[in-house]
């Protein structure tokens, strides 16, 4: 069964969507990064490159901790944890932080999308989940 360890808006992080997350291999350490974050007053979409870790299994909303950023804010970080211990965060997306998608039908999203600057990384980026990811993003 599921159990929830927070509720909305109780994590210091802020809120987002198309995240990654991944678990250390011993597991004890949660770790949650990158993806976008929608304003609630304005709307308006930015991607995040920050990277958050809390102990399992209490996870306690008040417990995480803020660890080093990646190289630049991002979203849709397809994730591979190799057997060695090691997370790639490999590319991802970012489009202007003052992006803002009028409508809420899919049609509405896929036009905005095309006529919107997508910028694609094309960049490896790793963090050793033995040490709990202590030491950031290399």
Do not use: C, F, M
């Amino acid at each position: 069964a599921w159990t929830v360890k927070s509720q909305h808006g109780e994590a210091p992080w802020r809120h987002r969507a198309d995240h990654a997350t991944a678990i250390s291999p011993d597991g004890q350490w949660l770790l949650l990064y990158s993806g976008q974050h929608r304003d609630e007053k304005t709307g308006h979409w930015a991607r995040l490159s920050d990277t958050w870790r809390v102990l399992l299994p209490e996870a306690k909303a008040s417990a995480w901790e803020q660890l080093g950023d990646l190289s630049g804010a991002r979203s849709s970080v397809p994730v591979v944890h190799l057997p060695s211990g090691w997370l790639l965060a490999l590319g991802g997306h970012w489009v202007p932080d003052d992006e803002e998608i009028k409508g809420n039908e899919s049609e509405d999203i896929v036009e905005h999308h095309r006529k919107t600057h997508l910028h694609v990384y094309n960049d490896v980026q790793a963090l050793d989940l033995r040490t709990g990811g202590k030491h950031g993003w290399r």
